[in-house]
């Protein structure tokens, strides 16, 4: 394909080569009938398929084809199945392969980095390992239909404030640990056809027009063959953003992005082998597309349909189940509280925004499987008078039944595209129908509907709270299933949820000023910040109850000391010693030993979803390589592994570690470090060369007759002892020798301590 997309260019003219670099229209590229060259269509779709016939809009306001709506990317991310999401995605594919799109626009990984950002309920997760492998899954799954992907929005595009033109300031360690490291996995493994590049800028460049992003990383080191495209009127300068990597502008420029290619041509800032290798990567792309098509391919929506409501039911999570409220007794008389009830809020906004092709009602839901009274208050309005009377309705409800479910979230325009939230708050009606019902009955549980993490001042007044985030067109099917026990939950956060806003870790740091905001919470961003500090959050990253119990036992790893270019493979049987059938996610955590760079507590490196029935085992296998224990060193300009011992934790979540083990890991290559007399004796006592250096030490003294010194803090090497002096420099021991290491004698070793590290 690589040939013929080479000879389709060289028989472009240049006015057709430019013409190629831009849509045609708002969905679809430039077509050539005279060379065969057919349109391609894109369209939105990371969590539903978004196709526009009409009025077209990159933003939601005008209508699409009716579609199935997905569940959203938090809500996927809960499953932390990555089979699950690799079947969406072939259900999202079929759709999109049926209505003749050759490239859906999805799927949207950037970091959670804050629970303010608009657009949350598009993105994964906080964490890049969990980030990563969904999206590679479901990259996968559409791509197995012949359906092309375009991952989004790289790079750092972690607000909706100012985001056309806001400069994320990032340190490159955390960029390439966290931000990029999102991107790096599905794209190596899972070899999207095309990239989009975000709207916002990257320490001073556009992503549109960062060299560094498209080609020096993203194609160079990451070995990317596919095309970039722009966002939507996501392009400043056409010609720069060429000649950094960028091939593709949408939607169609009407002419003015070929005048600026042609004046750049002109300048000499772009080359004509620059226009040719960007033909010939859309040109593949466009190839590939027309080869896979199926004219006439079908779906059925009763199937998809189903399996939303199947998917619905994994990724649904159980934040609270005090006194195994839930699951409802089936003759219980219910109280089913709040507008979300019937009219709940399913699916996305702004792009990702779809036409759902039905929806079934959370209240009608209940009812069915409900063998009780199941009465209804909608609990709320906008208007005063009405909502005091609405209130009023629900609180009698309440009182009459056996337990209530208060429906409530984040209404539609609260979280959206092109808008950050003001704060993490329920609104207000929502909070007091909550809290006025939790007044009158003992057994309320809260149902939430949101995109994003949200406060629960009332948390201690409820004795359940299920999360669905925004759980798609099925939501009610599969959330009546989950709190009648049908199905035992077992969905987990991808997300820490905050007690308050000023406990997250951006909240000095966003949404910036003066077009700029500095990610100065570096690596530290979710439950790596609150794990490392302390801060205890309202629900924890990777948290989630269920309706069984599990054990973790037998853990066992192939080595107790391994280089950084072996595999260490981690073992463990997990055990369900409950009742009922169920699933559980391991997840395996890195906890790195102390050092000289400041690390995370821990970071999650892999995880497995596992179903087992009561009282069944299984062994679960997972091999880690030298990135688990790596983190990127600037200098080096690669991943590095410090010698020390590395805790492997596995656990029910970040905060829930049920066994661990130790194995000390060793650089085959140690970074060389300079010594000097300023510095540290706890350096000098990290390196070979350093423990030498003492040893020699040591030996002077002795010959000198001062063997009494060797009594002092220095050289013991005690945990106690260590923390007083591991700060001192070197040069101190001139000082506390009396001079009989002086300044010559130190020098030298030194010198020689770094002959012996090179």
Avoid at 282 to 292: G, P
Avoid at 707 to 727: G, H, K, T
Wanted: aromatic share 8%; glycine share 10%.
């Amino acid at each position: 394909m690589e040939d013929q997309a080479a000879k389709l260019a060289a028989q472009l003219s240049m006015d057709e080569k430019l013409s190629l670099l831009t849509g045609k229209n708002f969905w679809v590229t430039q077509p050539f009938p005279r060379l065969g060259i057919e349109p391609m269509e894109v369209a939105d779709g990371p969590y539903g398929l978004r196709k526009q016939t009409g009025i077209s809009d990159h933003m939601g306001w005008n209508k699409s084809e009716p579609a199935v709506a997905y569940v959203s990317g938090p809500g996927m991310a809960a499953s932390w199945d990555r089979g699950l999401i690799r079947e969406a995605g072939r259900h999202l594919g079929t759709e999109a392969k049926a209505s003749g799109v050759d490239i859906l626009l999805g799927p949207a990984i950037n970091i959670v980095r804050t629970p303010l950002c608009g657009r949350n309920f598009e993105y994964y997760s906080e964490d890049p390992c969990l980030t990563g492998q969904m999206a590679a899954a479901y990259i996968e799954g559409v791509q197995s239909t012949g359906v092309g992907t375009c991952i989004k929005h790289f790079a750092a595009n972690n607000q909706e404030a100012e985001r056309e033109y806001i400069d994320a300031v990032i340190d490159e360690r955390t960029l390439r640990e966290i931000y990029l490291a999102a991107f790096e996995t599905p794209i190596k493994q899972a070899k999207p056809w095309a990239v989009m590049a975000a709207l916002n800028k990257v320490n001073g460049d556009y992503c549109s027009e960062n060299y560094e992003l498209l080609t020096r990383i993203l194609r160079q080191e990451w070995g990317f063959d596919g095309f970039v495209m722009s966002d939507w009127n996501g392009v400043n300068d056409r010609g720069k953003a060429l000649a950094a990597g960028l091939d593709l502008e949408m939607p169609c420029s009407h002419g003015v992005g070929e005048e600026r290619i042609r004046a750049a041509l002109a300048q000499g800032t772009v080359t004509e082998r620059e226009v040719d290798e960007a033909c010939r990567r859309i040109l593949r792309a466009v190839l590939r597309s027309m080869q896979n098509r199926e004219p006439g391919a079908g779906w059925s929506e009763p199937e998809h349909h189903a399996f939303v409501r199947s998917l619905a039911e994994q990724c649904i999570v159980l934040l609270k189940n005090e006194g195994d409220i839930l699951p409802l007794a089936p003759g219980a008389n219910i109280a089913v509280l709040g507008e979300f009830a019937t009219e709940p809020r399913f699916q996305m906004d702004g792009s990702a925004l779809v036409n759902p092709t039905r929806w079934d009602v959370p209240l009608e839901e209940i009812r069915k499987r409900a063998q009780g009274r199941v009465s209804y208050g909608r609990g709320h309005s906008l208007q005063p008078a009405e909502h005091a009377a609405l209130l009023r309705e629900a609180c009698g409800l309440a009182r009459q039944a056996d337990a209530a479910l208060v429906f409530v979230g984040l209404p539609a325009g609260v979280e959206a595209e092109g808008k950050d939230r003001s704060g993490i708050e329920l609104p207000a009606y929502h909070r007091e129908l909550v809290e006025q019902v939790a007044g009158v009955q003992k057994n309320t549980v809260v149902v939430l509907c949101n995109g994003s993490p949200v406060a629960m001042p009332w948390l201690g007044q409820v004795k359940g709270v299920v999360e669905c985030f925004l759980a798609g067109q099925a939501m009610g099917g599969a959330l009546a299933n989950i709190l009648y026990g049908s199905v035992c939950p077992s969905g987990k956060l991808p997300l820490t949820f905050p007690k308050e806003l000023c406990n997250t870790p951006a909240y000095l740091n966003y949404p910036g000023y003066g077009g700029k905001v500095k990610y100065q919470e570096e690596v530290f961003v979710g439950y790596r910040y609150y794990d490392t500090k302390g801060v205890e959050p309202l629900f924890c990253f990777g948290h989630g109850l269920s309706y069984t119990r599990f054990a973790y036992k037998e853990l066992e790893l192939s080595a107790g000391e391994i280089t950084d270019a072996d595999t260490l493979t981690v073992q463990l049987t997990v055990e369900n010693t409950g009742g009922r059938a169920g699933a559980e996610t391991v997840q395996l955590y890195v906890a790195p030993p102390p050092g000289q760079v400041l690390r995370p507590a821990r970071e999650l490196r892999e995880f497995a979803k596992v179903f087992l029935q009561p009282g069944e085992s299984r062994r679960l296998a997972f091999q880690l390589e030298k990135r688990a224990f790596s983190y990127y060193d600037v200098e080096l300009g690669d991943w590095y592994v410090p010698e020390g011992e590395y805790r492997i934790q596995l656990a029910a979540s970040s905060r829930d570690i049920r066994c661990e083990a130790a194995v000390r890991v060793r650089p085959l290559h140690p970074k060389r470090q300079e010594i000097t007399g300023w510095s540290t004796i706890g350096q000098l006592r990290q390196t070979q060369a350093g423990r030498e250096m003492f040893g020699e030490i040591r030996r002077i003294l002795q010959n000198c007759g001062k063997e009494n010194m060797l009594e002092l803090p220095i050289f013991d090497e005690s945990e106690a002892a260590a923390q007083r002096v591991d700060s001192l420099p070197l040069r101190m021991i001139t000082l506390l020798s009396d001079n009989v290491l002086n300044n010559d004698i130190m020098d030298r070793l030194i010198e020689r301590c770094n002959q012996q590290s090179l």
